[in-house]
């Protein structure tokens, strides 16, 4: 087991990492920038850094100043989180070559599932289904329409090296392609560092469904069933629960044990998750791997009552499977999982500001997970995400009635947020009956102004 840890990231994440080292008796090294040294999370840590300047780029993407922490602190593994560097192979072979260790998969799976095209490639040579794509398209803008007309429309814009939605534009026709090609590229360029972009096939109403993986060192894989992440927007996850609702317990048994097989044979080790579109008659279609914690990771806890970053924690440490997870993984309940942002609930644009009031519910089956508290400020350096408000039942319709409670109780004041979407949404006929779809966010929304 690790002796000392660096929580090279901020935020929900940081504070939820901080308490599972906590609960394995691992001493916390947290690191801040500029923006956040008054985090009250802070405080909660054995130790803390200063890393430079708001910017992502002068701090929490700042390699060497995370190496130079690691250096200073004593410690022998640094925990990504999510973001940031959490999916970066170079950061994480960097980090094992000083003798300390990378908390997540070997950075050969980081490297093979990063880029999204090879991932793609890898997983159609394992057997698993896709929706149709073109590979990377040259900068030639006649070669990705002749590309799109091949795929027929409508088409995503993807970029290969992106994630978390950013830098996805669909396209109806070559006018609407051909515009998005140079914002796609732009995009991609300033996120991920690449400018390599490629067309998938637009599929309009898939369900979004993900499993979560855990493995170990020794070729040992097992899920821990699904969530559904249906309900976005643009393309960026708000809502997500579990069990996926209105699909069988042997269909998404069968999806997970066949993509446990694939993982068995790569051998892929301790965290990831494989996200994929369902459509009646199509099944599941593989969309990418996920290498790291998800954001979304609290609703898989809910119903397993397995607390997944200390599992991930151990695991990374090399411990095997079977002395991490119960012989049979719990699936008790139904949990639901809310991101509340600080953004316009109408044009989803980030409103930044001062958290002036910030009460946050309580009570039975509710949980929350957040970085801030009152008179913190929400800066326009990083991700809006203010809050994960998490509710469990008995069964779906306990869960969602627990979780409106919540938002009612819950009281930011301040900077817009976007509570009242996500009412509407939990409040709306189609997903009370279960009848999610990714284009679902948008219908409820309605066609308000987004520009």
């Not at 965290?271 to 290498?291: A, S």
Request: glycine letters at 10%; a negative charge.
């Amino acid at each position: 087991m690790f002796n000392k840890v660096i929580i090279a990231n901020r935020g929900a994440v940081a504070a939820r990492i901080i308490r599972a080292l906590r609960a394995l008796g691992v001493e916390s090294v947290a690191v801040y920038s500029k923006a956040d040294a008054g985090l009250q999370y802070l405080a909660e840590a054995d130790e803390t850094f200063y890393i430079g300047e708001s910017e992502p780029k002068a701090s929490y993407l700042n390699q060497d100043a995370l190496l130079d922490v690691l250096g200073k602190s004593g410690a022998d593994g640094i925990h990504p989180g999510y973001g940031f560097l959490s999916e970066n192979a170079k950061f994480a072979q960097r980090v094992n070559a000083t003798g300390a260790r990378f908390i997540g998969p070997s950075p050969r799976w980081i490297e093979a599932m990063g880029h999204k095209t090879r991932a793609r490639d890898l997983m159609i040579h394992h057997g698993l289904s896709m929706a149709p794509s073109s590979g990377l398209l040259n900068g030639d803008a006649a070669s990705a329409l002749a590309a799109a007309e091949l795929l027929g429309y409508p088409v995503l814009v993807k970029p290969a090296a992106g994630g978390g939605g950013i830098g996805m534009i669909s396209a109806g026709n070559p006018a609407e392609l051909a515009k998005a090609l140079d914002q796609a590229r732009s995009l991609s360029q300033r996120s991920f560092g690449s400018a390599e972009i490629y067309l998938e096939n637009l599929l309009l109403k898939p369900r979004h469904i993900e499993f979560q993986i855990l493995a170990d060192q020794y070729g040992n894989v097992r899920h821990l069933f699904e969530r559904d992440c249906s309900i976005q927007r643009r393309y960026q996850k708000v809502i997500e629960e579990s069990p996926a609702p209105l699909l069988s317990r042997a269909l998404l048994d069968k999806a997970a044990d066949d993509l446990v097989q694939v993982l068995r044979r790569l051998p892929y080790d301790v965290i990831g998750t494989i996200e994929t579109l369902y459509e009646k008659g199509t099944d599941f279609r593989f969309l990418e791997m996920n290498t790291r914690l998800q954001v979304e990771h609290a609703v898989t806890e809910e119903i397993t009552g397995i607390d997944l970053v200390i599992a991930q924690i151990r695991l990374a440490a090399g411990e095997k499977l079977e002395d991490v997870l119960p012989e049979a993984i719990p699936n008790g309940g139904h949990a639901i999982e809310a991101r509340i942002y600080a953004e316009d609930p109408i044009r989803f644009y980030p409103s930044p500001g001062t958290l002036k009031t910030f009460r946050l519910p309580a009570g039975t089956g509710i949980r929350t997970e957040t970085g801030y508290s009152e008179r913190d400020e929400i800066t326009p350096h990083y991700d809006p995400l203010i809050l994960k408000l998490i509710a469990h039942g008995n069964n779906r319709n306990q869960a969602i009635d627990r979780l409106l409670a919540a938002l009612d109780a819950t009281v930011i004041e301040g900077v817009k947020h976007n509570i009242p979407f996500v009412r509407r949404m939990l409040e709306s006929p189609q997903f009370r009956s279960g009848q999610v779809h990714t284009g679902l966010g948008m219908e409820v929304a309605g066609p308000g102004p987004r520009n």
